[in-house]
């Protein structure tokens, strides 16, 4: 009898303890980058690579951007720039933003999936927890971003 109220009690505690949490985001709010190319004098429309002017040498930076790819959640769709064949960062174009969650999601899944990206130079990265539909939809993005270069 003893230990079954004591089960009860703690069960009530603790929804009482989950229920009343109430997280917040201290970091600002992720948005999707704007959708212009980077290289000057560049022209290029998103899902496309972007025609740059001729250049002598191999080390010149380059916008190719990956493909749109739908989700459960929204549209996830990454441009990335390169110099040579060496991925020097990544932009998110298209998010989930339907809701708040979804920003929270963002702001917490889009920086680590970037950095493994830039760490191991392919798509071959791990899904975020939490952020299934994201990882997936920006891992495909990135792939099809990869087959372009």
Not at 55 to 82: E, M
Not at 96 to 124: C, F, H, K, M, Y
Request: hydrophobic letters at 40%; aromatic letters at 4%.
């Amino acid at each position: 009898m003893r230990r079954a109220a004591f089960s009860l009690v703690a069960t009530v505690a603790g929804l009482v303890l989950l229920l009343t949490y109430k997280s917040h985001s201290a970091t600002p709010l992720l948005r999707p980058a704007a959708l212009a190319p980077t290289t000057p004098g560049a022209t290029s429309t998103p899902g496309s690579t972007p025609s740059s002017p001729p250049s002598s040498s191999s080390s010149a930076k380059r916008t190719v951007y990956g493909q749109p790819v739908n989700t459960q959640y929204g549209t996830v769709q990454i441009a990335l720039v390169v110099r040579g064949r060496q991925i020097v960062s990544v932009r998110p174009l298209q998010l989930p933003q339907q809701s708040g969650r979804d920003i929270e999601i963002d702001n917490i899944a889009v920086p680590q999936l970037i950095q493994e990206t830039l760490t191991a130079q392919s798509a071959r990265i791990d899904m975020v927890s939490g952020a299934t539909y994201t990882s997936a939809g920006y891992i495909q993005s990135l792939q099809s971003a990869l087959d372009k270069m």
